[in-house]
């Protein structure tokens, strides 16, 4: 099958959704509203000056610097917005700031973002919507993520923000919930919509969910494939790692064991998948694609 002149979307349909969440697992969301470049901290949006020193802050810092904005056009007021965010299995928290001049992100502590809540801000109880509509980054974003943010908009007010690239625009219309991290792709309205409900209500909505960010991905797709089997609240469910597990099993170079907070315990092995060579962009030329899916999942028995 040739891909040449598909939408990246288009060309990535085949390509399974587990486990194709971006690693993060901190955030520094700033609100920047207007035209953004192609790259976050590589077109000087908030500055020459701050967009330096914040690229060697939250490189050293691990955070994801995210840009965000309102659905639709919006008047400046000059206040910004500043989501600090920790996602993580346990324990995720997202707090709310506000600044008028984008120097005053360097006073922030990004370190403290892989701790407990450090209350720099004011605690958010509804989770923020991100959805990607970088249209700079990839047509795909916007052309499908700006439609699902406006719909989105209107049934979560205030809670709904356009962002920059997430990672994985070949999934598009794609968004993420904060704090947790869980990541979603191809989604149309209703399943955005329920996404974001089931969050509300402590579940996990599994339609087009690419995993938890907090993850690798192999721990995403094991997370995903015993969900997918068990009913379980959004943190009812924690992938181990090795020296936790206590399966030798574990210790395999594609296994993960997936723990419920009543004790059980599964493990998932998965395989790689090699798929036709396509673009992961548009306009790209094509590359090897690869997926990462469950081989199976086996319950452990409850020492």
């Known amino acids: 099958m040739s891909f040449e002149g598909m939408l990246c979307s288009a060309a990535a349909v085949d390509i399974p959704l587990p486990g194709t969440a971006t690693g993060v697992s901190c955030w520094l969301c700033v609100e920047q509203p207007g035209a953004w470049g192609r790259d976050v901290l590589g077109d000087a949006v908030l500055g020459p000056q ?3 020193e914040l690229a060697v802050r939250t490189t050293a810092a691990q955070v994801r610097p995210t840009l965000i904005r309102r659905p639709g056009r919006q008047e400046f007021t000059g206040v910004r917005t500043v989501l600090l965010v920790s996602s993580r299995p346990t324990g995720s928290w997202c707090e709310r700031l506000e600044i008028t001049d984008p120097r005053q992100l360097l006073d922030i502590d990004l370190t403290a973002l892989s701790g407990p809540p450090p209350d720099i801000g004011v605690p958010v109880a509804d989770s923020p919507v991100l959805v990607c509509a970088h249209g700079k980054r990839d047509q795909c974003c916007a052309l499908f993520g700006r439609p699902i943010a406006a719909a989105l908009a209107a049934d979560f ?8 690239h997430t990672g994985g625009h070949r999934f598009a219309p794609a968004l993420v919930l904060l704090p947790s991290g869980l990541t ?3 989604v149309d309205t209703a399943a955005a919509v329920e996404a974001v409900r089931a969050a509300d209500r402590g579940a996990v909505s599994l339609h087009g969910l690419r995993g938890r960010s907090c993850y690798r991905p192999l721990e995403q ?10 009913t379980a609240g959004a943190d ?12 030798p099993a574990a210790d395999f170079e594609n296994a993960a064991v997936v723990a419920h907070r009543d004790g059980r315990r599964w493990l998932v092995t998965a395989r790689t998948v090699d798929h036709a060579p396509r673009q992961a962009s548009c306009g790209a030329g094509p590359k090897p694609a690869t997926s990462l899916v469950a081989a199976a999942v086996r319950e452990l028995a409850i020492q």
């Open 50 to 52: 701050v967009t330096a």
């Open 184 to 186: 979603y792709g191809r």
């Open 221 to 230: 797709v094991a997370e995903i494939a015993v969900r997918e089997r068990v």
């Open 236 to 247: 009812d469910l924690v992938v181990l790692s090795n020296a936790e597990s206590d399966s």
């Open 157 to 164: 007010p205030g809670r709904v923000w356009e962002c920059s």
